[in-house]
C-alpha cells in the first residue's frame, strides 16, 4: 500500500488536446481517479454511457454536463458533486479553457 503524500493541484498536466486521466485508486471494485480538462467536450452528437456509478466532484474551474432527457446543462462551480448511474445517457457540454477544471471521479458498482 503506498502511505506517499500527495497533492490533487500539484504535477497538472499541459494542455495537449485530451483530457488526462489519473488513477489515484483501485481497489475492490472501486476507482478514484483525477481528471484534468482543459477545454474539452464530448464531440457534439456522442453521448457517454458507462457500466458503472461515477460520484463527481469539480475542485477547480467550470465545466457543464447534460443528462439524456434532460432540459439544459447543469453549469459545475468548484465543490458541486452529481452523481452519474451506470448506464445513463450523459455528455460534458463544455469545460473552462481558460485554466485546468480538475474533477475528482468515483467509480464503482
Known amino acids: 500500500m503506498n502511505m ?3 497533492n490533487l493541484f500539484a504535477n ?3 494542455a495537449t488536446g ?3 486521466f489519473e488513477p489515484l485508486l483501485d481497489h475492490d471494485g472501486m476507482m478514484l481517479e483525477r481528471i484534468v480538462s482543459t477545454g474539452q467536450a464530448t464531440p457534439p452528437g456522442e453521448w457517454l ?3 458503472r456509478h461515477e460520484w463527481v466532484v469539480l475542485l477547480s474551474g467550470r465545466a457543464a454536463l447534460r443528462f439524456d432527457g ?3 446543462e447543469r453549469v459545475l462551480e468548484p465543490g458541486d458533486y452529481v452523481l ?3 448506464q445513463s445517457r450523459h455528455r460534458v457540454e463544455w469545460t473552462d479553457s481558460s485554466q485546468p477544471t480538475i474533477w475528482l471521479a ?3 458498482r
Open 18 to 20: 485530451a483530457e488526462a
Open 106 to 108: 468515483l467509480h464503482y
Open 12 to 14: 497538472l498536466p499541459l
Open 70 to 72: 434532460q432540459a439544459g
Open 4 to 6: 506517499e503524500t500527495r
Open 49 to 51: 454511457r458507462q457500466d
Open 84 to 86: 452519474i448511474p451506470s
